[in-house]
């Protein structure tokens, strides 16, 4: 079993700042890409950020200079070091890892349950 757990979601000011992590847990061999996603309400889900085992970055146009992933492998965590957050970055933030599991021989994509993020004066 397989799971990931997030945090440091919450409620900030506009300009504000958030980090959320993101740690899984289980029966894991490795781990390939890690990244974030979010929802906003009455929209689609999308693609924040990601980053893939040896750190490489990428990023959606809309968080770029704003927004930074990281991770540790040691510790199978995540991160989302989000600065000058707007009201448009209100949403669900989903962590997502493609994880090989001890049992398994090939990736399969794991969801955590979610974190909201709500920028508001």
């Known amino acids: 079993q397989v799971q990931l757990v997030e945090s440091g979601g919450g409620l900030v000011q506009p300009g504000g700042s958030l980090r959320l992590s993101c740690a899984a847990s289980?029966?894991?061999?490795?781990?390939?890409?890690m990244g974030w996603y979010r929802q906003a309400p009455g929209k689609e889900r999308e693609l924040v950020a990601t980053i893939t085992s040896g750190g490489i970055t990428n990023y959606v146009d809309s968080v770029k200079g704003r927004f930074t992933i990281s991770r540790d492998n040691a510790k199978n965590t995540v991160y989302l070091q989000m600065n000058s957050l707007k009201p448009e970055d209100t949403a669900v933030y989903y962590c997502n890892a493609e994880i090989r599991r001890r049992d398994y021989f090939i990736y399969m994509p794991y969801w955590g349950q979610g974190t909201q993020v709500t920028v508001s004066s």
């Open positions: 289980g029966s894991i061999f490795s781990i390939n890409t």
